[in-house]
């Protein structure tokens, strides 16, 4: 999450009221944040629309059994590890840093970016090697009871998948680059490039398959495709971000001449982020392997798949909203409370961290309600193809219902996490780590030990919500302290003339939901005319409503988003 430019006459503090200058909540600041995040909005839907036909292709490739649990909990080791080791660190430290070392001095900037370039290549070529030999090490910690050629062929990708670390590291550092050099384009759209790929692998994987393919029947031709696929489109995402780099004037000229203290500064900061990652990674350890235990259950107890798959895709359907208009809204929020919270402006960050959370409830809150809602459409549609039946959709599905109760407090918890990075305090999002994680854990060891083998993803995702929750509570709890409030009854207000705003929406779907069901029953034509016409009518009414009681946040939304329509 980086820098980003303001448009020429924006209020740099947000224009929200408080100690700010009186500006509503559908005022100058709302309207500058969602421009300057227009661009990254539009990639970052981009990025997630064909980052799910490559997770419905995956789906109808792999299937949500064995096969995709082995496969899915390998290519999510390159992940762990390169947040545990890089990707937190890049947001809460390598930004803010790069940015005040830019307004010291522009030179002194550009020369301390190359020594950090330089460190984090040479630091992920080390990490890359070491993943590759410690494949068997995370299949054990995350394939909770995998054995047998299952467990043999998770190991292989896993080796294999940790190549990905190297492209993974450099892209997202090459990102931040550019963020902070206001280019946003190139880090939002290649991604696109990392799915088409994959959808072209899972697409000739189909052709050259044939029946159902198990762990145990796997060729290594089939192996190679995949391997290669992935990895590839990796390497394709990280190659296509250069051309944009050199354009912004960036030349790397590997350096380490790094000058006293400033290892010093950024290990202080770093030491509690990384305390951070390695805590919510213990708990997302924990979940992992215990969805790939109730996996392993399922098929001996012949209940079907239900273990780490569908909760992955269900996971990836959860963050979509988040990652559209929240990740769009912190990009353009960090940037501007780091600067307040240097200037000790604590008041005007209150203003950013409101006016960030309003305007992702826009959008956030309505997305939760259809995710609960229309569940078991949305899954059909997307996965009930080839090696997936609609049963298997269906408990995606379930998993998703429950994953909807999180989204709102999921977000508002992220953007706190923000504030605290704005004013360089690493240290507090761990503390509130812990609680988290604790509750997560919790939840998820009663949940496999309580409920039937079948729900116990769903009890899972439960947990999953409940913890979001706590750290959402105890954030505000925090925040409300350090910056004199937190804008609570403007937030309050908003919130709940979102939600009477939502029950026409949420009428209208079940209706259409429960007239198409009774007319038409199940399968892929009646779930796709349920999420048309439900989602559509159902916005309308949403927007209908919310302008009536005058949400200004909507009104602003739905203003900069015409203004960038043609013709306009």
């Not at 190991?155 to 294999?160: G, N, Q």
């Not at 190659?239 to 354009?247: E, Q």
């Not at 960036?250 to 400033?262: A, H």
Request: glycine share 12%; aromatic share 8%; hydrophobic share 50%.
């Amino acid at each position: 999450m980086t820098a980003v430019d303001l448009p020429p006459g924006d209020d740099p503090s947000g224009g929200a009221s408080g100690s700010g200058g009186g500006s509503d909540s559908g005022g100058k600041g709302a309207s500058g944040i969602l421009r300057s995040g227009a661009i990254m909005a539009v990639g970052t839907l981009a990025s997630r629309v064909t980052g799910f036909l490559r997770t419905a292709m995956l789906v109808a490739a792999l299937g949500t059994g064995a096969l995709a649990d082995g496969y899915n909990t390998a290519n999510t080791v390159p992940f762990i590890v390169y947040d545990l080791l890089l990707g937190g660190v890049l947001t809460a430290v390598v930004v803010p840093l790069i940015v005040r070392a830019r307004e010291r001095d522009a030179e002194y900037g550009a020369r301390y970016e190359q020594r950090l370039f330089t460190l984090a290549v040479l630091g992920l070529a080390v990490i890359t090697v070491a993943a590759v030999l410690l494949g068997p090490v995370f299949i054990t910690i995350y394939g909770g009871a995998m054995e047998g050629a299952q467990r043999d062929l998770a190991v292989l990708f896993a080796r294999l998948f940790a190549v990905q670390i190297f492209f993974l590291g450099v892209s997202a550092f090459s990102g931040a680059i550019l963020n902070t050099r206001k280019r946003f384009g190139a880090p939002m759209w290649a991604p696109v490039l990392n799915n088409i790929v994959i959808c072209g692998t899972a697409a000739a994987f189909l052709l050259v398959s044939t029946g159902t393919v198990t762990p145990g029947s796997i060729t290594d031709a089939e192996v190679a495709l995949l391997a290669g696929g992935t990895i590839g489109g990796m390497a394709l995402q990280t190659i296509a971000l250069w051309p944009s780099l050199r354009g912004s004037g960036f030349r790397w000229r590997p350096r380490l001449d790094f000058r006293k203290g400033e290892l010093g500064q950024m290990g202080r900061m770093a030491v509690w982020t990384l305390s951070y990652v390695v805590i919510t990674q213990i708990g997302f350890a924990v979940t992992t392997s215990l969805s790939n235990a109730a996996g392993v259950l399922g098929r001996k107890e012949h209940l079907g798949d239900v273990g780490y798959t569908p909760y992955f895709n269900a996971y990836q359907l959860f963050q979509l909203p988040y990652a559209i208009i929240g990740v769009s809204v912190i990009t353009a929020l960090l940037p501007r409370m780091s600067e307040h919270a240097a200037a000790n402006r604590m008041h005007e960050v209150r203003d950013d961290f409101s006016s960030g959370l309003r305007l992702c409830s826009v959008i956030i809150l309505p997305a939760a309600a259809l995710m609960a809602t229309l569940a078991g459409e949305i899954t059909t549609v997307l996965f009930a193809h080839g090696q997936t039946t609609v049963s298997n959709a269906q408990v995606i599905a379930n998993v998703l219902e429950m994953f909807a109760i999180a989204l709102v407090p999921f977000a508002a918890y992220q953007l706190m996490l923000r504030v605290f990075y704005a004013m360089q305090d690493t240290r507090t999002p761990a503390f509130v780590s812990v609680a988290v994680v604790i509750t997560n854990i919790a939840m998820a060891f009663t949940a496999y030990k309580v409920l039937p083998t079948d729900k116990i993803i769903v009890g899972i995702a439960g947990g999953f919500a409940l913890a979001q929750t706590v750290g959402a509570l105890v954030g505000w709890a925090i925040l409300r302290r350090r910056l004199g409030g937190m804008d609570g009854r403007r937030i309050a207000v908003t919130y709940l003339k979102l939600a009477v705003a939502l029950w026409p929406l949420l009428g209208f779907a079940y209706a259409v939901h429960a007239i198409v069901d009774a007319a038409m029953g199940e399968g892929l034509l009646p779930g796709l005319a349920v999420l048309v016409v439900g989602s559509a009518g159902g916005g309308i009414l949403y927007l209908f409503f919310a302008k009536l009681l005058r949400v200004g946040e909507v009104q602003t939304m739905v203003t900069t988003i015409t203004r960038r329509l043609p013709g306009r």
